[in-house]
């Protein structure tokens, strides 16, 4: 059974970079695609961004080019890399496993879903 | 972007009740669509892909449906259980997009 776990400093200053890391058991990273997804407290749900294992990224480009994702097949693990980052970004972070499939209008990174998702974990980006 | 806005943002109804949700997409993203629960302080899980398909080990319960820009999840008899938030989300094309969310209680 896959389990994704997010890691990383729950306590961030303005200005500075968050980076996070999301470690993956009971699956190899390869050939999947492995998002990010925030939520404020109290809000709903941002995705941030998506990478691949054979080196594909998409980002949102609400983020004004702050996030980096990449993945690690080596250590099987995938992370998230946000720079300058202020109290806007204070949220509960995930991430998520999805797997692509062509559906009725081609294939799609996402197709069956976010199937698995990590439990997440509390950022808190302080003045 | 493409925006989805979903209705109602809250409902409260009787155990037992038939429970309809819908997304409305901003463009059309034909079956591109998944449907997600919330229940407090968890992880969303997925109940839906590909607007209608129901992932493994959901209840029957549960079903999705619809095209193009207008898409439902149903819950054919509201259990306790199933208080929680609910949200679609698009796949079509990037940035990927989520719903504002339904929020179900029982009364």
């Known amino acids: 059974q896959v389990q994704l776990q997010e890691s990383g400093p729950g306590l961030v200053k303005s200005s500075e970079t968050l980076s996070l890391t999301c470690s993956v058991s009971?699956?190899?990273?390869?050939?999947?695609?492995w998002s990010w997804i925030r939520q404020p407290a109290g809000k709903g749900l941002e995705w941030i961004g998506r990478?691949?294992?054979?080196?594909?990224?998409n980002y949102n480009p609400s983020l004004k080019s702050r996030a980096t994702l990449s993945v690690d097949a080596s250590k099987n693990e995938f992370s998230l890399r946000l720079t300058s980052v202020t109290a806007a970004d204070t949220a509960v972070y995930y991430c998520?496993?999805?797997?692509?499939?062509?559906?009725?209008?081609?294939?799609?990174?996402?197709?069956?879903?976010?199937?698995?998702w990590g439990h997440g974990t509390t950022v808190t980006v302080s003045s | 972007d493409i925006q989805l806005t979903q209705s109602p943002s809250f409902l409260s109804t009787f155990v037992g009740d038939r429970v309809t949700v819908t997304c409305r997409a901003s463009?059309?993203?034909?079956?591109?669509v998944a449907w997600y629960q919330q229940k407090p302080g968890k992880a969303p899980n997925l109940l839906i892909y590909?607007?209608?398909a129901v992932q493994g080990g959901v209840p029957s319960r549960f079903s999705g449906s619809g095209s193009g820009t207008e898409f439902t999840l149903t819950i054919t008899s509201l259990q306790p259980e199933d208080v929680a938030i609910y949200y679609c989300?698009?796949?079509?094309?990037?940035?990927?997009?989520f719903g504002g969310g339904t929020k179900v209680e029982i009364k």
């Open positions: 998520t496993k999805a797997r692509g499939g062509t559906g009725h209008n081609g294939w799609k990174d996402n197709y069956y879903g976010m199937y698995v």
């Open positions: 009971g699956d190899s990273v390869s050939d999947y695609s």
């Open positions: 990478a691949h294992s054979g080196g594909f990224t």
């Open positions: 463009q059309g993203i034909f079956n591109s």
């Open positions: 590909a607007a209608s």
């Open positions: 989300q698009q796949y079509n094309e990037y940035p990927l997009t």
